[in-house]
């Protein structure tokens, strides 16, 4: 619990303002994937993967990879009649893992939300961009979202 909050107060310090759009140029080339799956009350579906390469370039400035980076941007849905909180189910995307074709494990390095902390209203969705930095020539193969009961979802990404 104290790793997601440090982990969610350094995203709100790198990225400052939210509602912002997601950079296109983080999803060279494009990449889609219809997966879906849910975990509780939330939906997850991932809609781009992308590699944008060493450099990533975002309107909060340019990160570099000490590898590549591998972008994908996850849909999170409430999947309820009521309004939950936002950190409940973005939560689950800011502790996401990225595994590649050879079952290495990677966190997420930065995290670009667009959204606010408004709760979510009964079937809203919101995306956010989860960037990870990897050694070069690695390939994603899942995004790995578990929960703190260790209920997990894994989105096969393509």
Known sequence: MKTLAVKALTISACLGVFGVAIPQTLFTPPATAQVQDSLNNWGFSISRVGYPGRTAKTEYGDYEAAGTWIAVEVVVQNRTNERLKAVDGLGYAYSADVVDTNGHKYDSDHIIDKSDDKPFRPGETRSVVLLFDVPSGTKA????????????????LR
């Open 141 to 156: 193969s899942q995004l790995v979202l578990k929960d703190f009961n260790d209920n997990v979802v894994r989105l096969a």
